[in-house]
């Protein structure tokens, strides 16, 4: 509603967070009203009359003042929106009123706690990012690495046969896992142990020697040494049935094998192995390169701490909970465990959020159309689609990869900010 004086003030709880508080004289409050009681005036039927076709002035008379008091936060409400909206303010989340009362003279005053997206001076970026040296990963594949992804090859290609007993390290291990504890017991999980994984569990593999289909035994022992507990303070205590034991036998590597698991018939094992490496050594810078960024985002945060919205911080976790929840190893922890296990990440993601909105505004980041359009390029030559459509594609529904492409410019932008050094690893 315009024209009206705004008789108001806000007080910043906290970065993101916003009190305001608002008078309403009565001659205010009752133009307000006068809005509602139209609109609910529609809704009633008082006899003799079609409904919402009774007169104004008798609705009011029969039934104004219940009308009003039940109004009351509605009026508030309507009123907050006009001067939210008068003052420009962006609001995310769902305003609350914290505090509403009627005087004598029927003066409405009350106080309304709403969420905003908060802006950071980054004015001293440079000077908070000159003493920030991070490290890089620059890797050395060796003969022994590539034995290793060879030897995976070999197991995806093995032939195998079922036996009775475990009576080497080279037998898949089919087993039943059930936690076991005094309130619960939960539904058992099917597990193939591959005794010969350089990731099992020494402890567990030794356990399992010897062993016949059919028994079971309890322990605490995880079959794999990155199999980790989410309540660290807490040793389950498991049952492992055997139900089926699978004696493994690799495929000899020749050649013939390496043009097999190719399929190509002109590959030979040094060009495959060339290949490999260099495969292989692309995955790892890329991923040491992805290390490096988190590691920027969190000196980020850390330089440049903001209280995250509420709202967005919750939304976030119950993203993160329901996606969790998806996982085998996750899907019987208490929403309430996972919540707690993923706030930190979450409040850490929104702050990194503020602090790229603001990165960008202040420093003048957005994308350009060239740079939308060159991007649009490279996808229409990958995908062999005309330019157009994957423009179209991008502006439309492209949203993610946008987003991606925004946040390469970001760290393209802080990277020449910070000190680089690289540590040689040989693997």
Request: glycine share 2%; net charge negative; no cysteine.
């Amino acid at each position: 509603m315009r024209g009206l004086k705004l008789n108001s003030q806000i007080q910043n709880l906290n970065d993101s967070e916003r009190k305001i508080s608002i008078e309403m004289p009565k001659e205010e409050t009752e133009k307000y009203f006068e809005e509602i009681l139209k609109e609910e005036s529609k809704k009633l039927t008082i006899p003799g009359f079609r409904k919402g076709k009774a007169p104004l002035s008798l609705v009011r008379k029969m039934y104004g003042e219940a009308l009003f008091y039940d109004n009351l936060h509605k009026i508030a409400n309507n009123r907050f929106w006009d001067e939210i909206d008068t003052l420009g303010i962006e609001i995310i989340g769902v305003p609350k009123i914290t505090n509403l009362d009627l005087t004598d003279d029927k003066e409405l005053k009350f106080d309304i706690e709403f969420e905003v997206l908060p802006e950071i001076n980054l004015s001293d970026l440079d000077q908070k990012l000159a003493d920030v040296t991070i490290e890089k990963k620059e890797y050395e594949l060796t003969d022994s690495f590539f034995d290793k992804v060879l030897k995976d090859f070999q197991f995806q290609y093995r032939t195998q046969e079922e036996i009775h007993t475990v009576d080497s390290y080279e037998v898949i291990v089919v087993v039943d896992k059930t936690e076991k504890s005094e309130n619960k017991t939960t539904e058992p999980q099917i597990l193939g142990v591959y005794l010969n994984d350089e990731n099992i569990n020494p402890e567990f593999r030794d356990l399992l020697l010897n062993k016949k289909v059919g028994d079971k035994f309890e322990t605490a022992l995880e079959p794999t040494l990155d199999d980790k507990n989410i309540n660290n303070d807490s040793k389950p205590v498991y049952e492992y049935e055997i139900k089926k034991i699978l004696k493994v036998k690799l495929p000899e590597i020749n050649e013939e094998f390496i043009k097999k698991i190719t399929n190509n018939e002109n590959e030979t094992f040094e060009t495959f192995k060339e290949k490999i490496l260099k495969d292989e050594l692309q995955y790892l810078t890329s991923e040491e390169e992805k290390a490096f960024i988190r590691k920027l985002k969190d000196v980020l945060v850390e330089k440049f701490k903001v209280t995250p919205p509420p709202s967005m911080v919750e939304k976030t976790v119950k993203d993160y909970v329901k996606d969790l929840k998806t996982i085998e190893t996750y899907k019987n922890v208490s929403d309430d465990q996972l919540s707690e296990l993923v706030k930190p990440l979450a409040e850490k993601n929104v702050m990194w959020f503020i602090i790229k909105k603001s990165l960008v505004k202040q420093s003048g980041l957005d994308l350009t159309e060239e740079e939308i359009n060159n991007y649009a390029q490279k996808l229409s030559e990958k995908y062999k689609l005309p330019v157009e459509q994957a423009k179209n594609y991008l502006v439309t529904r492209g949203a993610n990869l946008l987003e991606e492409l925004l946040e390469e410019k970001i760290f393209n932008f802080l990277k020449p900010k910070v000190k680089i050094t690289t540590q040689k690893e040989v693997l």
